[in-house]
């Protein structure tokens, strides 16, 4: 007796043609075929992000509060420098990213939608976690002295970043996501969060204390390199797409660098001779972002003139992010040793 199976049905072919942009659907990116793709790599990254949640309100920090209160007067105060203006920082970047939420419903990429708000969600966690950790070692009191000394981070943070970002309300195009995606993952996270992030890390790890912020480091380091990898991979499209924006890449980074460095060194201006507490060694910092700001735009000038098909599912903004974990995990277990 033979058994008779249900055929699946064919996928339409019309499907491609509806529109999927908010307020303007005739059709959905999940009821068409291959507009959702387990392999893209915005979904790969959105899997990946699932996998690796992590909740703030978990982390012990009563031993913070006991490095903390041990420190000396200098060290609290760059302590709590650096700690501010992560947390500014991260409060920032959850509120400026949302206009590139709504760019990618306007170019119908739900996959890319789907890991923004994601993204979104991880940057929101970070700054609950620098909030939780001021609390728990006792900072309750208004924290806007530890920023406001650094005109470069007031220029990046409250103009170039939102301007940028909220450019895409107006014009969502390609040059206008490429700009942003410099300013907002090359820049801001690339060059500055992740090179303080690690710098802060290694010290930590090299003093053994503030268990609790090595801990919060960790898994923002682990969320912001696939922030990094999503930015590396929307300039790659984009330049894939249309080589004259490679200039746009290189311009907007040009335009930044100044303020982007002038923001690392204000962190230390204030101590006599560069000699800031914890021992904290400028070229080392600026060697650090250089070197990765380098590699990642090369990512992006390898896909001038390559395919856009295998520019989709093409795993190389991942794979530099996990070389670079792997040099900084390396470095820091060396700091933990020494
Ligand atoms: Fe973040
Ligand atoms: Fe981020």
Request: hydrophobic content about 40%; proline content about 4%; glycine content about 8%.
């Amino acid at each position: 007796m033979s058994t008779s199976v249900p055929s699946t049905p064919a996928p339409s072919t019309t499907t491609a043609a509806r529109t999927i942009e908010h307020g303007k659907r005739d059709g959905f990116a999940s009821l068409s075929a291959g507009r959702l793709r387990a392999d893209s790599f915005p979904m790969r990254l959105f899997t990946k992000g699932n996998a690796k949640h992590w909740d703030p309100a978990s982390i012990d920090f009563s031993q913070d509060a006991a490095d903390f209160a041990a420190m000396t007067d200098d060290e609290r105060w760059q302590t709590c420098a650096l700690a501010a203006q992560f947390m500014a920082g991260e409060e920032s970047v959850t509120q400026d990213l949302q206009p590139f939420v709504a760019a990618m419903a306007a170019e119908g990429r739900l996959a890319d939608e789907m890991y923004l708000t994601q993204f979104l969600y991880e940057e929101a966690k970070h700054t609950q976690a620098f909030r939780l950790w001021f609390d728990a070692v006792g900072m309750t009191g208004d924290l806007h002295e530890f920023i406001e000394h650094n005109e470069h981070y007031q220029e990046i943070f409250t103009r170039a970043l939102p301007e940028s970002l909220y450019a895409l309300g107006d014009d969502p195009g390609p040059a206008n996501q490429v700009r942003a995606s410099v300013t907002y993952n090359h820049v801001v996270e690339g060059t500055l969060a992740l090179t303080g992030y690690f710098a802060w890390h290694k010290i930590c790890a090299e003093r053994g204390i503030l268990p609790g912020m090595q801990k919060v480091i960790k898994h923002i380091g682990d969320d912001e390199r696939r922030h990094m990898a999503w930015g590396t991979f929307t300039c790659r499209r984009h330049v894939a797409a249309d080589d004259t924006l490679w200039d746009v890449v290189d311009g907007r980074m040009q335009e930044l660098m100044v303020p982007a460095m002038g923001v690392v060194t204000g962190t230390v201006d204030r101590w006599p001779d560069g000699q800031a507490p914890f021992g904290i060694d400028l070229n080392e910092l600026a060697e650090y972002a250089m070197d990765k700001v380098g590699r990642r735009l090369g990512a992006i000038e390898s896909a001038r003139g390559a395919d856009l098909r295998t520019i989709d599912s093409d795993a190389e903004p991942e794979r530099l992010e996990d070389r670079f974990h792997a040099e900084d995990q390396r470095v820091l277990a060396a700091a933990a040793a020494s």
